[in-house]
């Protein structure tokens, strides 16, 4: 069992920056690979980040490439996602979600936070 509690939301301006936090606790917390996802007001969920368990690997959807960067940290147990250049579309509710096998579909991850609110203004 993988308990995971987000930070770091909060309302900015286009172009500025946030970095969101995920603390993960439970006995193999860091053996799981970690994602981010996103969903927007009357949009399905989607995936935007994900690193493996070692941290060497990460993937990233098209659209934030460049300017998202997930990171982790295994001797505390944290996931971060540095969020650059932010614009009015990457409003929604962050999920941190962590998976015994990772990649793209939220449907391998069983375990989630609730979820930290980014709001992007123009």
């Known amino acids: 069992q993988v308990q995971l509690v987000e930070s770091g939301g909060g309302l900015v301006q286009a172009g500025d920056s946030l970095r969101l936090s995920c603390a993960a606790s439970?006995?193999?917390?860091?053996?799981?690979?970690m994602g981010w996802f996103r969903q927007a007001p009357g949009k399905e969920r989607e995936f935007v980040t994900a690193?493996?368990?070692?941290?060497?690997?990460?993937y990233y959807k098209d659209s934030v490439k460049g300017r998202f960067t997930i990171s982790r940290n295994n001797a505390n147990d944290t996931v971060y996602l540095q969020m650059n250049s932010l614009k009015p579309e990457d409003t929604a509710v962050y999920y941190c979600?962590?998976?015994?096998?990772?990649?793209?579909?939220?449907?391998?991850?069983?375990?989630w936070g609730q979820g930290t609110q980014v709001t992007v203004s123009s």
């Open positions: 690193i493996t368990r070692s941290g060497i690997s990460t």
């Open positions: 979600a962590a998976s015994p096998f990772g990649g793209r579909d939220s449907s391998s991850y069983p375990y």
């Open positions: 439970g006995r193999t917390a860091r053996t799981y690979a």
